[in-house]
């Protein structure tokens, strides 16, 4: 049974770049064709996509985030990662990684999830 | 975007009790790629029903989804104490992905 974990600095200043690693254990990130993906929630409110990674490389962006944006993944050590550049306080929230399985021709809907890391945003 | 409204807001009723969740989209949802997930506090959503209406694995047969086009519900046809949650619907016929604010589900 594959696991997720994420992990990075629980603190980041305005301006500077938020970076966070979820390690995927239990099982190959190359392997049976998941996207791998990072979704965040702020307080009080649903879920928001923020984009993910095949294992091939390939990646989809939330447009509204693409341009502060960059998803990566290594695959000798299983983990894949994120990197948000110039934060402000609304990029507050907790950050997931999740597991996705591609519809036909649609996103993907998310079967394995991270347990979560709150990342603050404050000077 | 495709928008997801989810109502009602807050939804009290009793274990025992029949429990109707909706979500609206603002246009229709393709190939009703439409999914639900259960949030308990301090823990990581889980997948619940996708497809609009298929239970993902592990989930009991008291869960039930339905909809399509612009439509979808959750039923839980007996509430267990375990139930008492928060429901949240997205849509992946679309891009990007886009999930709804969430029913809160509270013991009467």
């Known amino acids: 049974q594959a696991q997720l974990l994420e992990s990075g600095p629980g603190l980041v200043k305005p301006s500077q770049t938020l970076s966070l690693i979820c390690t995927v254990s239990?099982?190959?990130?190359?392997?049976?064709?998941?996207?791998w993906t990072w979704i965040r929630q702020h307080p009080g409110k649903g879920p928001e996509w923020i984009g993910y990674i095949f294992s091939s490389g390939s990646v989809y962006y939330n447009p509204s985030l693409q341009s502060r944006l960059s998803i990566s993944v290594d695959t000798s050590k299983n983990n894949f990662s994120l990197k948000l550049s110039s934060v402000t306080v609304a990029d507050t929230a907790v950050y997931y990684c999740?597991?996705?399985?591609?519809?036909?021709?649609?996103?993907?809907?998310?079967?394995?999830w991270g347990q979560g890391t709150l990342v603050t945003v404050s000077s | 975007e495709i928008v997801l409204a989810q109502s009602p807001g807050t939804l009290s009723l009793s274990p025992g009790e029949r429990a109707t969740l909706s979500c609206r989209a603002s246009e229709s949802v393709s190939a009703s790629y439409l999914a639900w997930y259960q949030q308990k506090p301090g823990q990581a959503p889980r997948l619940l029903v996708y497809d609009s209406s298929t239970r993902a694995a592990g989930i009991p047969d008291r869960f039930s989804g339905s909809g399509s086009g612009t439509d979808y519900a959750l039923t839980i046809s007996r509430l267990e104490p375990e139930d008492f949650a928060v429901y949240y619907c997205?849509?992946?016929?679309?891009?990007?992905?886009?999930f709804g604010q969430g029913t809160k589900l509270e013991i009467k």
């Open positions: 239990g099982g190959s990130i190359s392997g049976a064709g998941y996207y």
């Open positions: 997205q849509q992946y016929g679309d891009s990007p992905d886009t």
């Open positions: 999740a597991r996705g399985r591609k519809s036909y021709f649609g996103g993907c809907r998310y079967d394995m």
